[in-house]
T-cell receptor, first 113, second 112 residues
Framework: GAGVSQSPSNKVTEKGKDVELRCDPI?????LYWYRQSLGQGLEFLIY????????KSGLPSDRFSAERTGGSVSTLTIQRTQQEDSAVYLC???????????FGEGSRLTVL | GQNIDQPTEMTATEGAIVQINCTYQ??????LFWYQQHAGEAPTFLSY????GLEEKGRFSSFLSRSKGYSYLLLKELQMKDSASYLC?????????????FGAGTRLFVKA
């Protein structure tokens, strides 16, 4: 596609429910990132996929968070048993390779009640 | 460890020049980025430095000193639309490749 696409744009869920957030990167981009941004804060690194290499999961805050990238393209970030502190905007970005600038999607705003 | 520091907020006047500083301490270094983020929007790329020195692009310039772990973003002829957050980011070689780590951002307010 023309840009990085994320869905849903907004998600409201109840505490304890699982959520899945989807990212469709720019076609041909081999690197894909997930970040989390709380209101008025910077971007918190979550996970990074580069080609067929093992992902860098060092930013995932707990074992309730997981992500996968199928076929080197679409990625899904899953949050199990959501907590109120998970409320944030989840941003996905892709880059052509490990050397390039990041192109961001519009984000998925998650609200946990 | 990784640490990227920027001032939290700055205010400047329309038409003026403003310099936003960034200092970093990372386990590795493979380039420094500046991104602009307007409220409620996604970040967009402004500049990239991997070698020491100044990179100029229109009204925006970015400087890097690797030995000092220091960069700045210079904005000239400020316009109201420049009111935004400016994010400093470092690409750090990690176990799985080159991940990009962001600072908390500097909120710039441009007043008339």
């Amino acid at each position: 596609g023309a840009g990085v696409s994320q869905s849903p744009s907004n998600k409201v869920t109840e505490k304890g429910k699982d959520v899945e957030l989807r990212c469709d990167p720019i076609s041909g981009h081999t690197a894909l990132y997930w970040y989390r941004q709380s209101l008025g804060q910077g971007l918190e690194f979550l996970i990074y996929f580069q080609g067929n290499s093992a992902p860098d999961k060092s930013g995932l805050p707990s074992d309730r968070f997981s992500a996968e990238r199928t076929g080197g393209s679409v990625s899904t970030l899953t949050i199990q048993r959501t907590q109120q502190e998970d409320s944030a905007v989840y941003l996905c970005a892709s880059s052509q390779d490990h050397t390039g600038e990041l192109f961001f999607g519009e984000g998925s705003r998650l609200t946990v009640l | 460890g990784q640490n990227i520091d920027q001032p939290t907020e700055m205010t400047a006047t329309e038409g003026a020049i403003v310099q936003i500083n960034c200092t970093y301490q990372t386990s590795g270094f493979n380039g420094l980025f500046w991104y602009q983020q307007h409220a409620g929007e996604a970040p967009t790329f402004l500049s990239y430095n991997v070698l020491d020195g100044l990179e100029e692009k229109g009204r925006f310039s970015s400087f890097l000193s690797r030995s000092k772990g220091y960069s700045y973003l210079l904005l000239k002829e400020l316009q109201m639309k420049d009111s935004a957050s400016y994010l400093c980011a470092v690409r750090d070689p990690g176990a799985g490749g080159f991940k990009t780590i962001f600072g908390a951002g500097t909120r710039l307010f441009v007043k008339a």
